[in-house]
């Protein structure tokens, strides 16, 4: 069982909005802004998508936002794009250094 | 940009001890403010954070592998490598490496991973 909490699946249309969820506590996602997300596309390694809640890399498109609400952070991807179907995953530092993971989230675009 | 590469053995037996070696290309493990750190992710499930390593040898690990791993770095080699003793089937995963920044806030880039299969 993982530490954060990701729903295991969602999906969407081309062009539509879609928001994955991950869930911690005051000792992880809710204690820190140091949440990021990651892209794993089936047999590739994890692409940071977003990282300090709500910032993105160097060419990452700006179509992936992230956001915070107490203990749970949320990554949307607007504008759905066929490329965009992988799996998901959130990542936040929990005290005393450690660091945790949602179980990942597999986006299917329609 | 820096890469990172990891290498090893495929296939390891059980309560053997699996080392994996993670090389960077492109840029100075000695760099101030990052991490080099260890993931794995067994068949179909999610990214397990195994530990980092500072370039000085500071050393933070998962706490449910902390008396099995262990990480070292040779800044001569620009490199940094990952012991996991005793293993088991268990233990059977994708292992990654990955540069991060000094808190554990992110993880970019990372190695393309390697299969590693626990099996007699």
């Known amino acids: 069982q993982s530490a954060l909490s990701q729903p295991a699946s969602v999906s969407g249309s081309p062009g539509q909005s879609i928001t994955i969820s991950c869930t911690g506590t005051n000792s992880d996602v809710g204690g820190y802004n140091y949440v990021s997300w990651y892209q794993q596309e089936p047999g590739k390694a994890p692409k940071l998508m977003i990282f300090?809640?709500?910032n993105r890399p160097s060419g990452v498109s700006n179509r992936f936002s992230g956001s915070k609400s107490g203990n749970t952070a949320s990554l949307t991807i607007s504008g759905l794009q066929a490329e965009d179907e992988a799996d998901y995953y959130c990542s936040s530092y929990r005290i005393n250094s450690i660091v945790v993971f949602g179980g990942g989230t597999k986006l299917t675009v329609l | 940009q820096v890469q990172l590469q990891e290498s090893g053995p495929g296939l390891v037996k059980p309560s053997q001890t699996l080392s994996l070696t993670c090389n960077v290309s492109?840029?100075?493990?000695?760099?101030?403010?990052?991490?080099w750190t260890w993931f794995r992710q067994h068949p179909g499930k999610g990214l397990e954070w195994i530990g980092y390593?500072?370039?000085?040898?500071?050393?933070y690990y998962n706490p449910s592998l902390n008396n099995l791993v262990t990480i070292s770095v040779d800044t001569s080699k620009n490199q940094f490598s990952l012991n996991l003793r005793s293993v088991t089937a268990a233990d059977t995963a994708v292992y990654y490496c990955?540069?991060?920044?000094?808190?554990?806030?992110?993880?970019?880039?990372w190695g393309q991973g390697t299969l590693v299969t626990v099996s007699s």
């Open positions: 390593i500072y370039y000085s040898g500071s050393t």
């Open positions: 492109g840029g100075s493990i000695r760099s101030s403010g990052y991490f």
């Open positions: 300090e809640v709500s």
């Open positions: 990955a540069r991060g920044d000094e808190v554990g806030n992110w993880f970019d880039p």
